[in-house]
């Protein structure tokens, strides 16, 4: 083969990389927006834990300030952690007790309840943390969706260490790009949980109700993640400053 024709060849490969990685990153775009509706948001959220056969195990309850730029502050409501906060702001992750005057260093994978994580809970998008590539066409099931649906399957990677999960095998609708399903991949490359997404109108989403995480490791309960209400907020930039959070403020 000529030089010229090799340098042709790749030069068209390259181009379709760069096509495929600006086609999934306009994909999650648009699947984000079913999860988060605004740059900065007030979610109320409560989490419930169901046993392997079907019993419930725990409930708690959190307001989650989802805010531009990957910063997050969750705010614990149930009495059983009432006053505890978890701070986001890109890679660093912050838990802050009532009783103490430190902010304590945690990781995203580190459990709030049942198989949800502090990065369950405090990141809502895929856009800003994740590149990958589209496998192809597949078959799928929406929750309460009366017929299978037409999905796009995508292979995501992170793009950081920060993030809960280095490898999500995600499935969205075809016509509307709804999440659908995900298998959530650690470091390690073992997988930890499957997650299910359930909308508000099955047929006509707009926008995700609840998160149902399966764990796939251990203890195999089901924790269900419900989005209770959403607004548009922009919190004050001090409430994003872990030094000013330890001095339990009231934050309403």
């Known amino acids: 083969m000529k030089p010229y024709k090799s340098l042709t060849i790749a030069s068209f490969t390259l181009l379709a990389i760069a096509a495929q990685a600006q086609d999934v990153s306009a994909l999650l775009k648009a699947t984000d927006k079913y999860r988060m509706s605004a740059d900065n948001l007030q979610v109320e959220t409560q989490i419930n834990v169901l046993n392997a056969d079907g019993s419930p195990d725990k409930e708690r309850r959190y307001t989650v300030f989802a805010q531009a730029k990957r910063q997050s502050l969750v705010l614990m409501k149930s009495p059983a952690e009432q006053g505890q906060k978890v701070l986001m702001l890109g890679d660093d992750f912050w838990l802050l007790m009532p009783s103490s005057q430190r902010p304590l260093r945690i990781t995203p994978m580190q459990k709030l309840l049942g198989d949800a994580s502090t990065g369950d809970v405090a ?65 390690s490359d ?63």
């Open 190 to 252: 073992k997988l930890a949980k499957q997650a299910r997404f359930v909308m508000d109108k099955p047929g006509a989403p707009t926008m995700v109700t609840e998160m149902v995480l399966s764990d796939q490791v251990s203890n195999h309960k089901t924790t269900h993640v419900r989005y209770l209400s959403r607004k548009e907020r922009q919190v004050p930039p001090e409430w994003l400053n872990p030094m000013f959070l330890v001095r339990n403020p009231p934050l309403e």
């Open 123 to 187: 990141t809502m998008s895929w856009a800003d943390d994740y590149t990958g590539k589209l496998v192809g066409e597949e078959p799928c099931e929406e929750a309460g969706a009366a017929a299978k649906l037409s999905c796009l399957h995508l292979s995501l990677n992170a793009d950081r260490k920060g993030v809960t999960y280095q490898r999500i095998e995600l499935w969205i609708g075809k016509s509307r790009h709804e999440p659908v399903r995900a298998d959530l991949y650690v470091l």
